[in-house]
Structures are given as C-alpha cells and as structure tokens.
C-alpha cells in the first residue's frame, strides 16, 4: 500500500538522514550500560561505588552530547530530549533497587513475566525473594540467591487479560525474552526489562516533538519530568499511554497549524493508531479521541475521505468507550469486597450518585479544584513512588521551567491552535477525563457517599498535561533568545533536577 510505503520514507529520512546526532547518542547510552555492568561484574565493586562512578559518567556523557549537539538542539531539540531522556533514564533504570518501587510495579512485572513465559517457558523468578538491601556487598549476595533461583519453572503463561490491554507490555517481553535467551543473570533481566520500556518511550516521544510545528520545548519538559522519566524506567502501563498519546496529539495539533496543507492518509494512520495503541493500556482516557473531530473537511482531499475519516474515529471511539463501559452495562456493578475493601458497594454508590447528581457534582467539583491545583503538582512532577519525592527547591525549578515552557515555546504556528476554538474544546476534554477517572474510582475503591474520592493519584494528570499546556500562552509572545542557548539551558536545567534527584533519592543511599 502507498501509505506504508510513504511512512518507511518518513522513518528513512527520520533516522538515515539524521542518523549522526541519534549515532552518538545510542553509542554514548550504550557506553554508559555497558561500563556500569563492567565496574558491577569484574571487581571494582569492593573499591569503588559501581552507582555513583555511574552518575559521574552520565555527567559527563551529558555534557559532551550537549557540546557536540550545540549548533542543531535549537531547531531540533528533540536530540536534546532524547539524550536527556535516555542518559538519566538509563542511571536511573541501573540504580534503583531490583525491587518493586513504583506504583502496582509488582502486577506489571508478573504479567509481562507470564507473557514472555509463554515464549521461553521457566526462565523468570520474583525479584522480593530477598529483602534490599544499600549495602552493596549484601545486595550481591541476594543477586547471588535470586540468580540461583532463575530457573524456578512458572505454574501457566499468559494473564487472562485481553491481548489489546496488554500491548503496553511490550517493550518488557521483549527484554525479558532476549535476556532469557541470552542467559544473563536474572536481576540483571529485570532491570533490563526496565529499561526497554525507557527506550520505547524516548524513541517515540522523539518523533512526537519531531513532528510538532511549536511547542517542541513544551513536550520535552513534561516528558523530562522526574515522574514520567521514572515511569518510563519501571514496569507499567502509563509511560506506554502518555508517549503514545504525545504522537497523536503531536500529529493532530501539527495539522491544525497547517490549515493550507492537506493531510495524507499515512499521517491519518499514524495519528489514529497511535491513539489506539495508547488507549490500550488505559481506556478510560478514550475523550482524548474527540479532538480528532477538530480537523476541518478541508484538510481532506476529498468529501469522501473526509467521511472515512469520521467513520474511522466513530468506530474507534465505539471500540475502545464500549470496551469500557460495555461490561457496566451487562454485568453491572458488584457489590462490595471490590479492591477498596468491604466498605466498598459499587451498586449502592451508583445508585447514589443518579438519584442525588446534585450532591455528587460538588463532591466531583470540590475534589478536582484540589487535584489540579498547582501546588499539588509534586504529586506528578517530582514524586517517585516508594522511593519519595525531591527536595522543596528541585519541585521550585521545574514548576519554573514549565511555566517558562508554557509561555514562551511560542511562534507563528500558535496563531491557529493557542485560540478559543481550540482551547475549549480541549479544556472540556481535560476536565471531562479527569470527571470519568474520578467517578471510575469513586464506585469502586470509595466508601458510600464519602465527601473525599479515593484512590486518584497526580500521575493520572501525566497524558492530560501536554494538550492542556500547548493551548496556554499566546503566538504574540517573541522569544528573541537564542534557540541553541535557550534549549541547551532548560535541559541542562531538567537534567540537573533528574540526577540531584536520583542523588539524593537513591545512589547516596549506596554504601
């Protein structure tokens, strides 16, 4: 099909022909691997603290790829992004504890674990089979002990769960199977496992700011945060979401800026089966698709194309709202001992919630002024789960660079997208999502007519954020500095908070 054809193109001429800049950062990445694995495995471990002579290599490798990208981040800072990403990613990904860290962490290994079992039966264990410790010497020896135990056979493969939601998975399947293949040792597997959902993530969240018109600083911000850089390193289904929904959002905003310009069929695909794919792992977040209705009939080469487009989209958005709600609707909702405990009857809660819609609109309304507060953005900026959040200051500078970010990653392209227009319906998309997240946990994990709603975390706002700051700001604003200056400083200043962050979090706990 021509389509496939045009998108090998774009991918050729993506990374052929850009091919020096993204060379030298996957051999200064790989660098980085590979001597962190030599310092652990051939006796530097007893000298020499393996994780901060790690940090100290990711501080240089930073600095040169800032030197050598320094004449092409300011037109292209999605090299800037990627070097960012996949630098402090990688330290974090190699120094965190081979343990369950991040949130429900545990669920998601088991169930990437009995997938890729599926494919080499018997090669995987639990990584909580010993206690962590900091010391680096006890903890070699619970790697010992759980590599010892790497050939423990798994009772069955495969989750139960439907293949659609379990995409999101992937990028750990694949690590897990290639690390089985290759005999490696089993803690290392795990962490390997880890970082391929780090690389997937970068990998397409760098063709999302390729594709972006403006704005580009704005995605590398949110996907530079230390939340979303520590999903990203860990097993989960939300890093999968948010990269997935920045391609989609990237291609859908970068067509609005472009009224002149008709769309061609491989970027419909591209943009629609990124929303797709993304969905997967968190159907609930399905509102996202209605700003595709955005795009006018004259971005189409045709009455009829336009109309396969809408039914493309209806059919979509049936699929994944019905694969949500559809089970509501048949089954009904249960009658307590739901994950919230035995106080939990989600019949009773719906029951209240449509005879008293009044009442409930402002326990909702009350609750989500709470939880997009600003000042309780540290919930999704700078907390990394069990590991704890940064200090006060880190939170201050990426509060400070988000906000620079929002207002000042302007130019001519935002005279179509940074209008009401545009801006509204992607304010009532926002507040629409975060409406059915809440009202999802509120019957299933709430008390009965409780004034609080239990069970929403700040990460939930990750996906959301990057359509609701593009809108922000307006295209008369004149950034007159020095793009190559102006990106070079604001990633210099979300690496920093990323590697004083682990610092502190992490490798100084090391001994």
């Avoid at 040169?64 to 992004?81: A, D, M, N, T």
């Avoid at 794919?277 to 996202?288: D, Q, R, S, T």
């Avoid at 190559?484 to 682990?502: R, S």
Wanted: glycine share 6%.
């Amino acid at each position: 099909m021509k389509f496939l054809k045009d998108l090998g193109s774009k991918f050729y001429k993506s990374i052929v022909l850009n091919r020096r800049p993204i060379l030298k950062i996957a051999v200064t990445t790989t660098l980085l691997v590979l001597v962190s694995f030599l310092i652990e495995y051939f006796g530097f471990g007893r000298h020499v603290n393996q994780y901060r002579f790690t940090l100290i290599l990711a501080i240089g490798a930073l600095i040169s790829l800032f030197y050598v990208l320094r004449k092409k981040i300011g037109e292209h800072p999605e090299f800037g992004f990627l070097a960012v990403a996949l630098v402090c990613g990688t330290l974090l990904s190699f120094s965190e504890p081979a343990y369950y860290v991040s949130w429900d962490e545990q669920i998601h290994y088991k169930h990437a674990e009995k997938l890729a079992s599926g494919v080499v039966p018997g090669m995987y264990s639990r990584p909580n089979t010993t206690p962590f410790s900091y010391s680096i010497q006890e903890q070699k020896q619970n790697n010992a002990y759980v590599d010892s135990k790497y050939k423990k056979p798994l009772t069955k493969s495969g989750n139960g769960k439907p293949i659609y939601t379990q995409l999101a998975y992937i990028p750990s399947i694949v690590a897990l199977i290639l690390g089985a293949v290759a005999r490696l040792p089993y803690h290392d597997v795990f962490i390997f496992g880890r970082w391929m959902n780090l690389f997937f993530f970068a990998l397409i969240v760098f063709f999302a700011i390729r594709k972006l018109k403006s704005g580009k600083m704005i995605m590398s911000v949110i996907a530079l945060l230390p939340t979303s850089i520590f999903l990203a390193s860990n097993y989960n289904h939300d890093s999968w979401l948010t990269a997935f929904a920045m391609l989609g959002l990237a291609y859908l905003f970068s067509e609005l800026q472009q009224p002149d310009k008709k769309i061609a069929v491989r970027d419909i695909v591209i943009m629609i089966g990124a929303f797709i794919l993304g969905l997967g792992a968190k159907e609930i977040y399905f509102p996202l698709l209605l700003l595709l209705f955005l795009l006018p009939k004259d971005k189409f080469g045709s009455p009829k194309q336009y109309k396969k487009y809408l039914l493309a989209l209806v059919l979509t958005l049936l699929f994944i709202a019905g694969d949500t709600f559809l089970p509501f609707f048949i089954k009904g909702p249960q009658n307590g001992g739901q994950r919230g405990g035995s106080a939990i009857n989600s019949a009773q809660q719906v029951k209240f919630i449509l005879s008293e819609p009044v009442a409930y609109a402002r326990i909702l309304s009350s609750f989500t002024l709470g939880y997009i507060n600003p000042k309780n953005a540290g919930g999704f900026t700078i907390f990394l789960a069990y590991l704890g959040g940064f200090k006060e200051y880190l939170f201050a500078l990426v509060l400070a660079i988000l906000a620079i970010v929002t207002f000042t990653d302007k130019n001519e392209y935002d005279k179509k997208t940074a209008v009401w227009k545009i801006r509204l319906p992607v304010i009532v998309v926002y507040l629409a999502t975060i409406a059915l997240i809440c009202t999802g946990l509120y019957v299933s994990f709430t008390p009965v007519r409780s004034l609080d709603i239990a069970g929403v975390q700040p990460r939930y706002l990750l996906p959301l954020l990057f359509p609701l700051l593009f809108i922000l700001g307006s295209s008369r604003v004149k950034n007159k500095i020095n793009k190559n200056i102006y990106n070079i400083v604001i990633f210099g200043v979300t690496a920093y908070v990323l590697l004083q962050g682990t610092w502190d979090l992490i490798i100084s706990r090391y001994y």
